[in-house]
């Protein structure tokens, strides 16, 4: 065992605090990895807050990993130390179920182990990337391209993953038209990698605040869901309406944005339970979706595809001290696009 600097929250609703965990040993297979930066994702909030129910403290978040890999196991094969690495948001699966062997370990049917706020193999809790260091399975780390700096990149691993996974698994591409419901951490992403697939993209927000930033980063258009006439004027437009935000929406009206066979897909978790009248769905065979981040070969396939396109979070860089302003901020919607923490400052 090791002792390392953290950040946690000792109780659920609790401010984080400076603190110390113990890391276990670098096993054959392990990976021990100096943590450069991590993201802040609305998922931490939701868990220190136990919006989706009850979790273990104290609670050291953080699935959203960028670093360097300074020792090795005897047995590692997949990375060596000075490895520029990732870990999002689980750090173990099953290995053996159907899913597990389609690259799928998401969806794991015995149960995934998270990368906090989970229980691993030995029966010990696991702490997340608001520390210094990291042990992890080499099979759960992946590589990031020298063409994304650390800072950029750690978003990536959860907030780039989970809408880049969607967009490929609903054949997003050239001829497509494609809704990003929210121009936040996810939203962002989903505006950059859905135009870099070729999409035509439009954004719908609450409001017009972001709209110059939308489109700059690649949105073909930028309506408010806030006007009436937005959900009448592009009744019908669209193949995909990616939904990012963690607020429950009014699904019936969004459906009536898709074209006949359109999907929404919901990324984003609401706390609080939704209504739909299903006629909706009837009419246009329209499907209502979910998806949940990536397995390890899609995210190393996302890290790849954002460097080849120069696709890196817009980030918000902030010492370790600052952390619950950061938590504050991002409940005020009060960040452009992400908040990064510098894991040196920890």
């Given at each position: 065992m090791s002792t390392v600097a953290a950040y946690a929250a000792p109780a659920p609703k609790a401010p984080l605090e400076r603190t110390t965990i113990e890391r276990?040993?670098?096993?054959?297979?392990?990976?021990l990895i100096d943590i450069r930066f991590a993201g802040i994702c609305h998922s931490d909030i939701h868990q220190v807050n136990e919006g989706w129910g009850e979790a273990i403290f104290p609670m050291v978040p953080g699935h959203e990993i960028a670093g360097v890999v300074v020792a090795a196991g005897s047995e590692v094969t997949r990375h060596a130390v000075g490895d520029r690495v990732g870990v999002g948001c689980m750090v173990d699966s099953c290995r053996e179920c159907e899913f597990c062997l389609r690259g799928l370990e998401q969806y794991c049917a015995n149960g995934?182990?998270?990368t906090y706020n989970g229980v691993d193999r030995n029966g010990d809790v696991t702490y997340g990337g608001y520390s210094k260091q990291i042990v992890v399975d080499e099979n759960y780390v992946v590589r990031i391209p020298?063409?994304?700096?650390l800072d950029v990149a750690a978003p990536l691993l959860c907030a780039g993953i989970t809408v880049y996974s969607p967009l490929r698994h609903w054949g997003v591409a050239p001829g497509k038209k494609v809704a990003v419901v929210g121009l936040g951490g996810l939203?962002?992403?989903?505006v950059k990698i859905a135009a870099a697939l070729g999409a035509e993209v439009t954004v719908l927000s609450q409001s017009l605040r972001k709209k110059d930033d939308g489109l700059k980063l690649g949105a073909h258009?930028?309506?408010s869901t806030g006007d009436p006439a937005t959900f009448t004027e592009l009744a019908g437009e669209f193949d995909v309406v990616l939904s990012t935000v963690s607020a429950p929406l009014d699904f019936g009206a969004y459906l009536g944005l898709l074209k006949t066979d359109g999907?929404?897909?919901n990324v984003g978790a609401p706390e609080e339970p939704i209504?739909?009248?299903?006629?909706a769905l009837l009419g246009g065979r329209k499907t209502l979706a979910g998806s949940m981040i990536g397995g390890i070969a899609e995210t190393q396939e996302m890290l790849d595809f954002c460097a080849e396109h120069g696709l890196g979070a817009e980030i918000e860089l902030i010492d370790a001290d600052q952390i619950n302003t950061a938590y504050d901020r991002v409940q005020s919607s009060d960040v452009r696009y992400r908040f990064v923490i510098d894991a040196t400052t920890i």
């Amino acid at each position: 065992m090791s002792t390392v600097a953290a950040y946690a929250a000792p109780a659920p609703k609790a401010p984080l605090e400076r603190t110390t965990i113990e890391r276990r040993e670098v096993g054959p297979h392990d990976v021990l990895i100096d943590i450069r930066f991590a993201g802040i994702c609305h998922s931490d909030i939701h868990q220190v807050n136990e919006g989706w129910g009850e979790a273990i403290f104290p609670m050291v978040p953080g699935h959203e990993i960028a670093g360097v890999v300074v020792a090795a196991g005897s047995e590692v094969t997949r990375h060596a130390v000075g490895d520029r690495v990732g870990v999002g948001c689980m750090v173990d699966s099953c290995r053996e179920c159907e899913f597990c062997l389609r690259g799928l370990e998401q969806y794991c049917a015995n149960g995934n182990t998270m990368t906090y706020n989970g229980v691993d193999r030995n029966g010990d809790v696991t702490y997340g990337g608001y520390s210094k260091q990291i042990v992890v399975d080499e099979n759960y780390v992946v590589r990031i391209p020298d063409a994304l700096p650390l800072d950029v990149a750690a978003p990536l691993l959860c907030a780039g993953i989970t809408v880049y996974s969607p967009l490929r698994h609903w054949g997003v591409a050239p001829g497509k038209k494609v809704a990003v419901v929210g121009l936040g951490g996810l939203g962002h992403m989903g505006v950059k990698i859905a135009a870099a697939l070729g999409a035509e993209v439009t954004v719908l927000s609450q409001s017009l605040r972001k709209k110059d930033d939308g489109l700059k980063l690649g949105a073909h258009d930028y309506r408010s869901t806030g006007d009436p006439a937005t959900f009448t004027e592009l009744a019908g437009e669209f193949d995909v309406v990616l939904s990012t935000v963690s607020a429950p929406l009014d699904f019936g009206a969004y459906l009536g944005l898709l074209k006949t066979d359109g999907a929404i897909v919901n990324v984003g978790a609401p706390e609080e339970p939704i209504s739909l009248n299903l006629f909706a769905l009837l009419g246009g065979r329209k499907t209502l979706a979910g998806s949940m981040i990536g397995g390890i070969a899609e995210t190393q396939e996302m890290l790849d595809f954002c460097a080849e396109h120069g696709l890196g979070a817009e980030i918000e860089l902030i010492d370790a001290d600052q952390i619950n302003t950061a938590y504050d901020r991002v409940q005020s919607s009060d960040v452009r696009y992400r908040f990064v923490i510098d894991a040196t400052t920890i």
